[in-house]
C-alpha cells in the first residue's frame, strides 16, 4: 500500500485532545476533485489581489492581525482542544502570528519593490534595466501540527504578502486552528485569496498537483516526497523539515542559565518543534554538575492536561505514535547503558510522556542519531570543544543549534565551525523570533528557507527582467539582420573593448588575425 492509498476511508476526519481523548471537532477530508475546484477559485481572485498592490494588501494583513489578537483567548482555546498543550505555549501562538502579519504586513512593499540593477558595462548603459517580482499565482502551503496556528502566519502569511493566493492544507491531526484562520479571513471581509483544504496525504498531494509554488513544512521522510512530486511538475518548492539539533556547554558557561535554558530548549511544546534541543554536549570538568542542574529543572517541570489557568508547563504529546517514538529512543539508550537521571515513562494518561534527562549517553544511540521530537534531553561528555564540534556536526540534520559560554567571541567562533542554519548563543530558539533573519535548515533539514526578510516573500515571487531603451531608437540595431563581415567585426570589436583587459587583447579586432 503506498502513502497515498494510507487515508482511511471515510468523509471527515474527527479530531481528538490527544490529553484525554475527548473530540475537539471535526472537517471534511477533500478530494482532489475539490482542492482542484478550490484552486481554480484562487486562480480567479488573485489578480486583483496581485493588481492591488503591496498597500492595499497591507490594509487586509493589518485588518486580520487585528482580528487574531481580538479572539486571541478563543484562538488559545482551540489550540490546546487539539493539540493538549499548556496554556503558556498555545498563548503564545495567536500574538506571534500577529507579530508576523504586522511584519509582512509593513515591509512586503519594500521587499517587493522593482530594482533598477546598474549595467554590467558601458555599452548596456543605453538600457533602462527593470527587476519586478511577480508573485506565484497559487501557492500550496503543507504545514504540521505541532504549531497549528503559527505556522500559517510563519510561512503563509508572506505568500499573501507577495500577492499570491494561499491554498491551506492543515495537518489532519490539527486542522481546527487552520479552520478559524480562515474563518477570520471571510469574516473581516478580505478577497477570496485564502483557501482551506483538509485531509490526508492524498489531498496534500492534490496541493502540490494545483499549486505553482510549495512551501512545506514537516517531517523529512515525506519533504523528500512533496521535492519529488514538486520536480515532477517542475514547479519550485521550499522545505522545512525535522531537525536534532545540539546544545554545547562550555566549561565558562554560566551553568545555571545554561541548564534553564536548555530545559527549556528541549521540553517547550514537550520538544514537538523543529529546533528543539535533541542533543546536549558538555565539556568534561563541568559534566556532572551540569548534568545535577538539567536534572533539578527537568524534575520541578508540572506536566498536566492544562486549561486556561496555566497550571503547567509540558502538556501532551501531539499523537499516541509519538509517545512511542520517544518511549522507544529512551529505552534503546538504556538498554546501552545511559542513566535516567529524572522521567523516562508515559505517565500513563493520554500521551503524556515525562520530561527526561538521559546521562551518560554515547554517540552512537538511537536518541542521538534519529529525530525524537519528544521531551527529552541526552546528555554527552566530551573532551573539549573540538570533540564538542565534531560529535555536533555528526548528524544528516543541520536546522540550528545553541552553545552556551561566558566568552561571546568564543561562542561565535564555535558557531562559524557548526553545520546548521542558525546558531544561538547563550539562548535557545532566538533566531526564530527573529523575523529578519533566514531560518533554513542545512542538510537533511530543509531546502529554502522561510522568514529571512526580503528572501521570505521573494521566494513566492518570479523575477521578471524588463528593458527598455533610455535613448531614441534607429530602425535596425548593429546585429540584427542582415549580417556582414564589417558589421561582426564593428560590433564584436565593441563588445572586446568592453570586456577585455589589457590593450593587447583589447585592440584585437576579431577577423584581424587572417
Ligand atoms: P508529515 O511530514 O507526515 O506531515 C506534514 C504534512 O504533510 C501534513 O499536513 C500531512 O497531511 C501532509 N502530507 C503527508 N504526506 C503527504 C504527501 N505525500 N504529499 C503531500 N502532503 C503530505 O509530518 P507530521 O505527521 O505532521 O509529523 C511527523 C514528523 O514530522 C514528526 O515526527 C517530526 O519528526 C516531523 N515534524 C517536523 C516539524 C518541523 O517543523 N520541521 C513539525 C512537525 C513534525
Known sequence: MTDLQAAPALSEITVRNPADGSVAGSVPIDSPHTVAAKARALRDAQPEWEAMGADGRKTWLLTMQDWILDN???????????????????????????????????HAGRFLADRHPAAHS??????RLTTVYRPFP????????????????????????????????????????????ARGWTEIGAPPVLALTTGYAETGAAVIANSDCVHFTGSTATGRKVAVACAERLIPCTLELGGKDPAIVLADADLDRAAAGIAWGGMFNSGQVCVSIERVYVEAPVYDEFV???????????????????????????????????????DDAVARGARITTGGRPTGVGTFFEPTVLADVDHSMTCMREETFGPTLPVVKVADEDEAVRLANDSPYGLS???????????????????????????????????????????????????????GVLKYCRPQAITAPRLPTQKRELLWFPYSRRKSRIAAGIVRAAAGRGWRRVGRTPGNSR
Open 401 to 455: 543549534a545553541t552553545v552556551w559560554t561566558g566568552d561571546l567571541d568564543r561562542g561565535e567562533r564555535v558557531a562559524r565551525r557548526l553545520e546548521a542554519g542558525a546558531v544561538n548563543i547563550n539562548d535557545a530558539l532566538s533566531n526564530g523570533f527573529n523575523f529578519a533573519l533566514p531560518m533554513a535548515g542545512w542538510k537533511h533539514s530543509g531546502i529554502g528557507s522561510r522568514q529571512g526578510g526580503a528572501e
Open 138 to 181: 497559487v501557492v500550496g502551503l503543507i504545514i504540521p501540527w505541532n504549531f497549528p496556528l503559527l505556522n500559517i502566519a510563519l510561512d503563509g502569511v508572506a505568500a499573501l504578502a507577495a500577492g499570491a493566493a494561499m491554498l491551506l492544507k492543515p495537518s489532519e491531526v490539527t486542522p481546527l486552528s487552520a479552520v478559524e484562520f
Open 292 to 330: 545535577a542542574k538539567l536534572t533539578g529543572e527537568v524534575s520541578r517541570l508540572r506536566q498536566g492536561q492544562d486549561d486556561a489557568r496555566y497550571r503547567f508547563d509540558v502538556g501532551a504529546m501531539a499523537t499516541p505514535a509519538q509517545r512511542d517514538i520517544v518511549g522507544r529512543h529512551v
Open 122 to 127: 558601458p555599452l548596456m548603459k543605453v538600457k
Open 72 to 106: 486571541a483567548d478563543h484562538l488559545a482555546d482551540v489550540l490546546q482542544s487539539e493539540t493538549g498543550k499548556p496554556r503558556t505555549d498555545a498563548a503564545m501562538e495567536p500574538p506571534l502570528s500577529a507579530d508576523l502579519l504586522d511584519y509582512w504586513a509593513r
